[in-house]
C-alpha cells in the first residue's frame, strides 16, 4: 500500500479512536514504525492530527488568548503581512475589515493609501485610521473591551446595508482541505456576512494560523481570492492552496 492510500486510513482510525500508538498502527497495516512514523509525520504537517510520544491523537480546536496576548504573538511576521496588504489594495477601495491583532497591524500601510472607505467592527482600527484621509463607518453594536470591538445581530444588520470591493478578515485557524475557522461565534458570524456583501475576500494569516482547527466556520479555502502570509509557511500548505486556486502573498 503506497503512502497516499495508507494516510487517509490512519488518520480515519485516529479521528474514530481518539488516539494511537506507533507500535498498533506499524502491525495493523503490516509495516515498520519509522514508516509509520514517516506516515504521521506527514499528517501532522497538514494538520489532520497533532503528534504526541509514540503515536498520535486528533488535533485539538484551538481557543485564541487574549487581545493583548495575541499582539504580542507573530509581531513580525503580523507588520510584514500588513505591509504586504497596501500592494492588493487601491486608493478609493470600500472595505470591510473585522477585528483581530494582524487587521490591526496593517492600519498603518491603509493609512496611506488614499480615498479608502472602511466599514469595521474594531474600535481600534478606526481610531488608528482616524489621521488618515479615510471614510470611516464603525459599526455598532455590543461593545467587547478586550477586543475593543462590536459584536451581535446589530453588527451583522449594518454590514447587510454596505457593499464593499473587499473584505479583509483575520481568523483564528486555517485549514487547506477545509477553509477558514475562528474560535469566537461572534466574530466567524461578522465574517460570514461581511463575506457575503464583498466583492472579493482576504486572508490575513501567519504561518501559525496554517494548520489548526477552531470551532466556528468562516468560508471554505475556495472562497477566499487572496491570502497574505509571511514567509515561514511550510510547502504542504502552499501546494493545498494552490490547489484551491487560492492566491498567496508571502
Known amino acids: 500500500m503506497k503512502p497516499h492510500e495508507r494516510q487517509p486510513?490512519?488518520?480515519?482510525?485516529?479521528?474514530?479512536?481518539?488516539?494511537?500508538?506507533?507500535?498498533?498502527?506499524?502491525?495493523?497495516?503490516?509495516?515498520?514504525?519509522?514508516?509509520?512514523?514517516?506516515?504521521?509525520?506527514?499528517?501532522?504537517?497538514?494538520?489532520?492530527?497533532?503528534?504526541?510520544h509514540g503515536g498520535a491523537r486528533r488535533p485539538f480546536l484551538i481557543a485564541e488568548p487574549s487581545h493583548g496576548?495575541?499582539?504580542?504573538?507573530?509581531?513580525?511576521?503580523?507588520?510584514?503581512?500588513?505591509?504586504?496588504?497596501?500592494?492588493?489594495?487601491?486608493?478609493?477601495?470600500?472595505?470591510?475589515?473585522?477585528?483581530?491583532?494582524?487587521?490591526l497591524a496593517a492600519a498603518d500601510t491603509l493609512a496611506t493609501i488614499p480615498?479608502?472607505?472602511?466599514?469595521?467592527?474594531?474600535?481600534?482600527?478606526?481610531?488608528?485610521?482616524?489621521?488618515?484621509?479615510?471614510v470611516i463607518h464603525l459599526?455598532?453594536?455590543?461593545?467587547?473591551?478586550?477586543?475593543?470591538?462590536?459584536?451581535?445581530?446589530?453588527?451583522?444588520?449594518?454590514?447587510?446595508?454596505?457593499r464593499a470591493d473587499r473584505a479583509i478578515l483575520t481568523i483564528a485557524a486555517i485549514d487547506p482541505a477545509i477553509?477558514?475557522?475562528?474560535?469566537?461565534?461572534?466574530?466567524?458570524?461578522?465574517?460570514?456576512?461581511?463575506?457575503?456583501?464583498?466583492?472579493?475576500v482576504t486572508v490575513l494569516a501567519d504561518a501559525s494560523k496554517f494548520g489548526r482547527q477552531a470551532a466556528y466556520a468562516v468560508c471554505a479555502t475556495g472562497d477566499i481570492d487572496l491570502i497574505v502570509s509571511d514567509g515561514q509557511l511550510k510547502r504542504a500548505h502552499k501546494d493545498a492552496l494552490a490547489e484551491k486556486g487560492v492566491d498567496l502573498w508571502t
Do not use: H, W
Not at 509581531?75 to 503581512?81: H, N, S
Open 9 to 52: 486510513q490512519i488518520e480515519a482510525i485516529i479521528r474514530r479512536e481518539g488516539e494511537v500508538s506507533v507500535d498498533m498502527l506499524a502491525a495493523r497495516f503490516d509495516v515498520s514504525s519509522e514508516t509509520i512514523r514517516r506516515d504521521l509525520g506527514t499528517l501532522a504537517e497538514r494538520g489532520r492530527v497533532q503528534k504526541v
Open 69 to 103: 496576548e495575541r499582539q504580542g504573538t507573530a509581531a513580525e511576521a503580523k507588520a510584514r503581512i500588513g505591509r504586504s496588504l497596501g500592494r492588493a489594495v487601491a486608493p478609493g477601495e470600500t472595505l470591510f475589515i473585522d477585528t483581530g491583532s494582524t487587521t
Open 115 to 134: 480615498g479608502l472607505t472602511i466599514i469595521t467592527n474594531s474600535c481600534r482600527l478606526a481610531e488608528r485610521l482616524g489621521r488618515s484621509d479615510a
Open 139 to 162: 459599526l455598532g453594536g455590543r461593545y467587547g473591551a478586550d477586543n475593543a470591538q462590536t459584536t451581535g445581530s446589530s453588527v451583522i444588520e449594518q454590514v447587510q446595508t454596505f
Open 179 to 200: 477553509g477558514a475557522m475562528d474560535a469566537s461565534l461572534d466574530e466567524a458570524q461578522i465574517a460570514r456576512a461581511m463575506i457575503r456583501n464583498a466583492r472579493s
